[in-house]
């Protein structure tokens, strides 16, 4: 039972374009939500979050959207580089806690094309 | 650097065999988190540790099985390998973050140990 989705496994963008990554979850009690980053050869890496009080949450570059009623998070990268070419997770955790289990999604294999 | 060790970064062995991986969480850090994530998979948790005793338990065989020692580092112990057990094997430490003024909790892994099994 996989309580968070990442329905496309791959997406290709052009440099310079808008990259947005889709996240779905099922567990209503979720209340936190992260982003990883992973490149090959290396462990993931931390993004960005959102907890549960908010819809969005911003930094630099990256902007992540919380849509609580449809259970759906997002990713959004702008303008995106060729370094963010990696594999993106979709987290959750029903505890806004550094001791709280957090639950990923299969990923989502970004390619940023020149 | 995470500050999160694993070690080794690789292993090969055949199916049947019994294999140890370590981890050695960031200093001062008292949980260590377990996932696998196999081909084309997510990272599927298997278990954490906080200060020596088991806290939750995940998707883990009962052939896995691991321990936190006094000194905290952690070893996660897979026997009875088979050919599907290969997968890059992740430990994880607690971290807070601050950005832009807010703290942000999460996880900082290790490199992985790449397991292969023949």
Known sequence: DQQVKQNSPSLSVQEGRISIL???YTNSMFDYFLWYKKYPAEGPTFLISIS???DKNEDGRFTVFLNKSAKHLSLHIVPSQPGDSAVYFCAASESYSSASKIIFGSGTRLSIRP | DSGVTQTPKHL???TGQRVTLRCSPRSGDLSVYWYQQSLDQGLQFLIQYYNGEERAK???L????AQQFPDLHSELN???LELGDSALYFCASSVALTRGGEVHYGYTFGSGTRLTVV
């Open chain 1, 22 to 24: 889709n996240c779905d």
């Open chain 1, 52 to 54: 549960s009080i908010k």
């Open chain 2, 12 to 14: 090969i062995t055949a």
């Open chain 2, 58 to 60: 995940g998707n883990i």
């Open chain 2, 62 to 65: 009962e052939r896995f099985s």
């Open chain 2, 78 to 80: 897979l026997s009875s």
